[in-house]
């Protein structure tokens, strides 16, 4: 299937709060804020924060839409400012590895399009569009899936495998399943 991929920014933000509340405000109700600094904090409404956040350009995602021009999945990068929240940190932070320019953190796709390709073209669209902001270190916490049952909805950072198709490389393990991936990426 042909997607099209396009920036999370204020044009696409309702294409995107189409897809967060169909799918019944994604994980429990996370609006993709689970690594902002806002999440946990008593009081924050998160989908207020995460479109104060797209509109103000502090957010950053490539949005997957299919060929009815609806989104139907995304991943979400940006900077380790912006995406301080990290899995595993307890860890991580044993021994850090070199600061990264980007982080990628989450991926989501609407449960009725899974295994279609979409997480791949939204892995695709971001690292194009990190290359476009200049490119550099990206950062990237997946979970390895080969070899045992892993269910897409605990795959919210997807799979390490993924991410080696794409040139990333492992760092560190991090958790039982879960590794710190790397590569650096060219400024287009």
């Not at 042909?2 to 429990?28: C, K, M, P």
């Not at 409404?45 to 104060?52: D, L, P, S």
């Not at 390895?144 to 490389?169: C, D, H, M």
């Amino acid at each position: 299937m042909a997607y099209q991929i396009r920036t999370l920014d204020s044009s696409t933000w309702d294409a995107f709060a189409d897809l967060v509340e169909r799918n019944h405000g994604i994980f429990g109700g996370c609006w993709c804020i689970g690594y902002h600094p806002e999440c946990g904090q008593r009081g924050v409404n998160y989908r207020e924060a995460k479109e104060g956040r797209v509109r103000s350009g502090r957010a950053h995602a490539a949005l997957v839409f299919d060929t009815d021009g609806r989104a139907q999945g995304w991943c979400q990068f940006g900077s380790p400012e912006e995406l301080s929240n990290i899995k595993h940190a307890r860890e991580y932070f044993k021994d850090p590895p070199p600061r990264p320019d980007w982080r990628i953190t989450c991926f989501f796709v609407d449960l009725r399009h899974r295994r279609q390709g979409i997480a791949r073209a939204a892995l695709e669209g971001a690292l194009e569009q990190i290359a476009r902001s200049g490119g550099g270190l990206v950062e990237a916490i997946p979970e390895i899936t080969a070899g045992r049952e892993a269910p897409g909805r605990f795959l919210f950072s997807a799979s390490v495998e993924l991410f080696e198709e794409y040139g990333f490389t492992r760092v560190r393990q991090v958790g039982k399943h879960a590794w710190i991936v790397s590569r650096v990426v060219g400024r287009s």
